[in-house]
T-cell receptor, first 115, second 116 residues
Framework: EAGVAQSPRYKIIEKRQSVAFWCNPI?????LYWYQQILGQGPKLLIQ????????DSQLPKDRFSAERLKGVDSTLKIQPAKLEDSAVYLC?????????????FGPGTRLTVL | AQTVTQSQPEMSVQEAETVTLSCTYD???????LFWYKQPPSRQMILVIR??????QNATENRFSVNFQKAAKSFSLKISDSQLGDAAMYFC?????????????FGAGTRLFVKA
């Protein structure tokens, strides 16, 4: 079974530029999460999708971050414009079903550096 | 709001020895799940072990076991017979069994070094 795929793995941009990250979930996984992991911290949830609908985006900075999952499969996360404090690893995780005990499967992450 | 605290930023252990990583959490809920995740350097985060709050028996997975103290809101991870491959960041995590969306809240992590 293929795992969660993310691209790019690394991205360096200057502040005020735009950037987009892509996530391809494990086949059949309906629940998809985007996390931000700042160096030295644990992952923080940005947005959660169930199929193509948003379940929780309460911690997404909506003035600069956006995310979509148009067909309930792949997802993209965009930052426009980027700030220095956006430097972090962006993790995508997926789950088969939306229940409390199910395992999350994480992708390798995209390391973003904003200069 | 629920919080997860890992008070040990770093720990080290000698190969083949045992190490315990600490985690405390705060919640007003009675039904929830607790997890330990492992994040090796430059590699994907993987689930190590899971504990259901309604179960009194501590979860075990091979060399990994937990000490779950519900009243104290403590959830420590014990790694026995430590191996070089155990070196990684370890994250403790909490998930409500009732809240819509079942959001996972992570601690700040503990970096484990294993000495040969």
């Amino acid at each position: 079974e293929a795992g969660v795929a993310q691209s790019p793995r690394y991205k360096i941009i200057e502040k005020r530029q735009s950037v987009a990250f892509w996530c391809n979930p494990i086949s059949g996984h309906a629940t998809l999460y985007w996390y931000q992991q700042i160096l030295g911290q644990g992952p923080k949830l940005l947005i959660q999708f169930q199929n193509n609908g948003v379940v929780d985006d309460s911690q997404l900075p909506k003035d600069r971050f956006s995310a979509e999952r148009l067909k309930g499969v792949d997802s993209t996360l965009k930052i426009q414009p980027a700030k220095l404090e956006d430097s972090a690893v962006y993790l995508c995780a997926t789950r088969l079903v939306l229940n409390p005990q199910g395992e999350q499967f994480f992708g390798p992450g995209t390391r973003l550096t904003v200069l | 709001a629920q919080t997860v605290t890992q008070s040990q930023p770093e720990m080290s252990v000698q190969e083949a020895e045992t190490v315990t990583l600490s985690c405390t959490y705060d919640t007003s809920e009675s039904d929830y799940y607790l997890f330990w995740y492992k994040q090796p350097p430059s590699r994907q985060m993987i689930l190590v072990i899971r504990q259901e709050a309604y179960k009194q028996q501590n979860a075990t997975e091979n060399r990994f076991s937990v000490n779950f103290q519900k009243a104290a809101k403590s959830f420590s991870l014990k790694i026995s017979d430590s191996q070089l491959g155990d070196a990684a960041m370890y994250f403790c995590a909490y998930r409500s069994a009732n809240t819509g969306g079942f959001k996972t809240i992570f601690g700040a992590g503990t970096r484990l070094f294993v000495k040969a």
